[in-house]
């Protein structure tokens, strides 16, 4: 009887856990605002802690931590949006040059392999790309078709975003009480050794999600300032481009070295400028390994590299976008709980092939 009902309750668990995954795919077009927001009210809790004992209420705190992210995150934009906005001028600028490079790089290459008479007219689709994005009158229209033809999902992105700041508000008042709540609800025989991986999480959710951003920052803070010196108009782009994706191992340098090198390139008619490209992100990635990523994230993750390419990819291929931004911290969780899971292997009865 007792065998039947531990088997049962284990159904449980994997029907209640099947059943999650099942709510989190059918809702993952909604869910977007909640996680970014659970993922601020997390960022800002310590801090919400720290203005409490100092003698603030928790709304007062509350206030403070959410104006000083607000004026932050408009202060950025302020000073990015501009500076980015030139950027991707002077890239569609330079796209007919840049196709122009193409075609004298790749014309014999691509040449015998053409059909016998017929070759591939590279000049007329440069003439053709450089007319239609120096009219700025057409690219104003294509977006205003696009508009027309997503509204909805244009609505629906413009809603999200406006929830997450109501729900981080309310997330990071009620955090304390939340997981209170919840640690209300564990069995109280488990509750050490959830207390433990609880903890454990956290440590390694707080090194990876604030060290890993702080990492991204400086990564493309950099790489930026490095082909700035080196004299690349699209330096802020692809600088900033390459840290923001250099979560997952190697892809940020492998981006931003090819566009940086595509675009120095057309910018320069010169390859010596190949260099000084290479000397920039290998200094970035020497900085990043030796200096960055020990001091802002440290070695407690305990992610390897193949596991984070993987986790993106799953996430992504699962869950889209929401898997994506997911991957990471519940890879990082996931292996807590494998280390957890082999500490008890290692004393089992079956482990150690005792009756």
Same mark, same amino acid.
């Given at each position: ?62 206030? !403070? ?5 607000? &004026?932050?995150? %408009?202060? @950025?934009? =302020? *000073? $990015? #949006? /501009? ?63 696009? !508009? ?5 999902? &244009?609505?629906? %992105?413009? @809603?999200? =975003? *406006? $929830? #997450? /700041? ?63 010196? !080196? ?5 802020? &782009? ?5 840290? =923001? ?111």
């Amino acid at each position: 009887m007792t065998e039947h009902a531990l088997t049962m309750r284990h159904w449980l668990w994997i029907g209640g856990l099947a059943l999650t995954a099942l709510l989190i795919y059918l809702l993952q077009p909604i869910l977007m605002p909640f996680v970014v927001a659970s993922g601020l009210a997390y960022l800002g809790d310590p801090v919400v802690d720290w203005l409490q004992r100092h003698r603030l209420s928790r709304t007062a705190g509350v206030i !403070v931590v959410f104006a000083a992210l607000t &004026l932050a995150s %408009l202060l @950025g934009l =302020l *000073l $990015l #949006i /501009p500076l980015l906005q030139e950027q991707v001028v002077t890239f569609v600028q330079r796209l007919p040059g840049y196709l122009q490079w193409a075609t004298e790089l790749l014309r014999p290459w691509l040449g015998p392999l053409m059909p016998a008479g017929d070759e591939l007219d590279f000049e007329s689709i440069r003439q053709a790309l450089s007319e239609h994005w120096g009219e700025i009158e057409g690219v104003r229209s294509m977006l205003v078709d696009a !508009v027309s033809q997503r509204g909805g999902a &244009l609505l629906l %992105l413009i @809603g999200n =975003l *406006l $929830l #997450i /700041p109501v729900v981080t508000f309310y997330l990071l008042r009620d955090w304390d009480h939340l997981v209170a709540h919840i640690g209300d609800l564990i069995p109280r025989r488990w509750l050490p050794a959830v207390t433990e991986f609880a903890r454990e999480s956290d440590v390694v959710l707080s090194a990876f999600i604030r060290g890993q951003l702080l990492v991204m920052l400086a990564l493309g803070v950099t790489y930026s300032v490095g082909l700035w010196a !080196v004299g690349l108009e699209l330096a802020l &782009l692809i600088g900033m481009g390459a840290g =923001l994706v250099s979560f997952v191992p190697y892809l940020g340098v492998i981006v931003g070295l090819i566009s940086a090198s595509v675009a120095i390139v057309v910018q320069t008619q010169e390859w010596w400028p190949l260099l000084w490209v290479a000397l920039v992100f290998g200094v970035g990635q020497f900085l990043e390994s030796a200096v960055f990523s020990p001091l802002l994230v440290g070695d407690r993750i305990g992610l390897h590299p193949v596991a984070v390419i993987f986790a993106v990819l799953a996430g992504g291929q699962l869950f889209g976008f929401l898997g994506v931004l997911m991957a990471l911290p519940v890879a990082a969780v996931i292996a807590v709980l494998l280390r957890h899971l082999r500490k008890q292997w290692v004393v089992s009865n079956a482990y150690l092939d005792e009756p």
